[in-house]
């Protein structure tokens, strides 16, 4: 899942929050937001719809199934 990898990270930059942050958010380490975002490892699905409703994006766009940010 290289592309949710790579547009959690570019969602938290652009919304400027930082992984602990967002890890309290899943209830989560840290360490375990690191892992998501190199691709290490892979959230549960409500660990993914956590995020995607976080970031009021679909969770389409956040798996890589769209390019289209917008929920539908």
Known sequence: MIIFAERLKELRMKHK???AVLADLLHVSQRQISYYETAQDTPSLPSLIAIADYF???LD??????NNPGRQ
């Open 17 to 19: 929050v930082s992984q």
């Open 56 to 58: 009021d994006i679909s």
């Open 61 to 66: 766009y956040l798996v890589g199934r769209s």
